[in-house]
């Protein structure tokens, strides 16, 4: 089955040497189960961004999803709209991802136009969109190449469009970036990581996902074009902001 996760046991034994964490076939078999232990909030991310679409998305719109992994936030907006009233395209690097999620598409929603692309969302060239969604991925691209997409994004928003941008974050005050990292990691215990699996997945993450504070966002998205947007969302140090295209 397409949808078969197995259980994150990736950094579970001390490793010699602890790699660059990369989006490769051992992370895509266990995806599912790291992302909805390791993510406070992710299922509610999900379920609001289909209440986002029926009320901001142009009926038969067309929505991009950058860094779909395993493609749930389009599962998310196919279960709750019908098929004409969207038009889905995920792109991601990682080919076993992108191989993965276009056979849960064709199985789980074949009525709905749901394209995936193996692609650096940095070199596409842009349709016209009503929803951009950046579920948990640009803090994956080396910082000096977030300014320049966003800018990309906000061109390619149709007016009255609107992007979802997911991040971990971080504080500039440096006691409270402790305190919400300490409650993030009693999260993953009581998620059932170890202390060895969280300490070898901080190192393996070190330099590969590089996090922002809010406000860096949110002065990033008024750099790109967006008069306006606002943090919808925040568990710890997760967060989700939507920026909005004036119509
Ligand atoms: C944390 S995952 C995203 C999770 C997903 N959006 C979700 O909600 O389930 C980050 C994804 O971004 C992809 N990615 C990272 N850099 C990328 C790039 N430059 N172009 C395309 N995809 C990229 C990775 O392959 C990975 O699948
Ligand atoms: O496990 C962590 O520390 C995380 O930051 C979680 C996180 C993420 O935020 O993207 C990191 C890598 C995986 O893609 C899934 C989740």
Redesign the pocket.
Known sequence: MSDASYRDAIFSTPLDRVARFS?DEQVVACFPDM?RRSVPGYGQI?GMLSLIAQRHLRHGAHVY??????G??GLALAGALPPEAFRYTG????PA?VERTRQTFREECPEHVMQVEE????GLDYAPSGMIIL???LQ??PPEDRNALLATLYYALEPGGVLVLSEKTVDLDERDNAWRVERYHDFKRANGYSDLEISQKRTALENVLVPDTLEAHHARLKKAGFARSLTWFQYLNFASMIAFKES
């Open positions: 989006f992302i999900l999803d950058l860094g779909c992994s395993l749930a936030s792109v991601d690097l990682s991802m692609a650096d969302i940095r579920n948990f991925t994956f691209l």
